[in-house]
């Protein structure tokens, strides 16, 4: 069975500091895809990012950066320089990349609070 | 382009009392549709998907059912809400195996 675990469940920072969200998933596929999304409080699910098991290169988008670490497991997300609006509940997902379709499976979020 | 709509956006009913949450998508064709339900608000839990008109799986056997009537709408009812369905729903929609994208919620309140 596939998991996701974010052991973080909130996090606050002040504006500015670096902040980093951790994930650390389990899946028996050799193929499968991650994911982050950002609920912000209006609710709705905002897509940021998805990586295929093949493609461990890290990646960076502004202020965004994401570490993908096959050997252990791990998909952290790294905000730089972090402002007020990335205040949101983040969430790491995992799916399978065989099938049809994408049943994702969610980690239970982090809350990243940033303060002014 | 694309886009997914949820209905109502919030919605407070008694216990025992009839479900209907709507979603629709327009701009593309034969997409794969989800229901998800948010608890507490936290934890994305799957609930039903469908690859196709009238065909429906279910995750998780519970107080809920769904249907696909047309190929972009998608419905999750219940015949009587209890407590323990309030919660914060998603649908979303996916072309095939790929990335999902998802509507705005409908916030359940159960009293």
């Known amino acids: 069975a596939q998991k996701v675990t974010q052991a973080q469940t909130e996090i606050s920072v002040v504006e500015k500091e670096d902040v980093t969200l951790d994930c650390v998933y389990e899946t028996r596929d050799t193929t499968y895809y991650l994911f982050w999304y950002k609920q912000p409080p209006s609710g709705e699910l905002v897509f940021l990012i998805r990586r295929n098991s093949f493609d461990e290169q890290n990646e960076i988008s502004g202020r965004y950066s994401w570490n993908f670490q096959k050997s252990t497991s791990s998909f952290n997300f790294t905000i730089t320089a972090s402002q007020v609006v990335d205040s949101a509940v983040y969430f790491c997902a995992l799916s399978e990349a065989l099938s049809g379709y994408s049943t994702l499976t969610f980690g239970k979020g982090t809350m990243l609070l940033v303060s002014p | 382009s694309q886009t997914i709509h949820q209905w109502p956006a919030t919605l407070v009913q008694p216990v025992g009392s009839p479900l209907s949450l709507e979603c629709t998508v327009e701009?593309?064709?034969?997409?794969?549709l989800y229901w998800y339900r948010q608890a507490a608000g936290r934890g994305l839990q799957l609930l039903f998907y469908s690859v196709g008109i009238g065909q429906i799986s279910s995750e998780v056997p519970q107080n809920l059912s769904a249907s696909r009537p047309q190929d972009r709408q998608f419905i999750l009812s219940s015949k009587k809400l209890l407590l323990s369905d309030s919660g914060f729903y998603l649908c979303a929609w996916s072309p095939g195996a790929n990335v999902l994208t998802f509507g705005a919620g409908s916030r359940l309140t159960v009293l």
């Open positions: 701009g593309t064709s034969n997409p794969n």
